[in-house]
């Protein structure tokens, strides 16, 4: 979908996003709330300038707006892999993005994420998978990477692994599948509006993500091998 239905659906009461190439910012409001809002668009492929980018539109935020929510709206082809990224730091840098939304949360910001297109690997990393809630909607593509290409990293068959991904929402992409494991808190559907403002008031204040795919049935071991640790 196109973020300006997905922003337009969101923030009925007007907003004031904006594209500058692949980086969208700007405000929304939904209800009595205003928004900031931070994401990026065309299938962007998160390189250093665009990560700083958004860190710097997360501080800002921060220092001019205590306390406002912060929404990320997720569309990226995953990090820009190519060797000038690399030789400038852009773990650092999505590191970099990460701390700033801890420190966001930290000062009493909610955040939250909603994928309206794709999230692909470690460009999903530090902005929905930080959030406190993130939500989807049903016709985006989640996933680390496909099947063929998780075949030539494990060395085995696709036709197993598309055995396993029939059982497994593991090893299967799709949204849905990232509900059945947690990490997507929803699929929204309908009234987006209604979604945002139920969850900017419900989202939770730790991460409950293994203990919801421990009961959704899509993710068995984490939250008992966590259990067992702390124990242990």
Known sequence: ????????????????????????????????????????AHHAEIGVELALAMARLVLATIRTHPGRPIVFLVDTAGQRLRRRDELLGLNRCMAHLAKCVEVARSRGHRVLGLVYDQALSGGFLATGM?????????????????????????????????????????????????????????????DLAAHLAAAVADAPATDTRRDVGQA???????APIALRANVE
């Open 130 to 190: 930080m959030a406190d809630l993130c939500a989807a909607l049903p016709e985006s593509e989640i996933r680390v990477m496909n099947l063929s290409a998780m075949a030539r990293v494990t060395r085995q068959p696709v036709e197993r692994l598309a055995e396993l991904a029939r059982s497994s929402p593991v090893f299967a992409p799709g949204a849905i599948n990232y509900v059945k494991m947690g990490a997507i808190d929803a699929l929204w559907e309908g």
């Open 1 to 40: 979908m196109d973020w300006h239905d997905v922003t337009a659906r969101l923030f009925p009461e007007g907003h004031h996003v904006v594209a500058d190439g692949d980086l969208l910012a700007g405000t929304g409001r939904c209800g009595d709330t205003t928004f900031a809002v931070i994401g990026s």
């Open 216 to 222: 959704r049935g899509g993710r068995l071991l984490a």
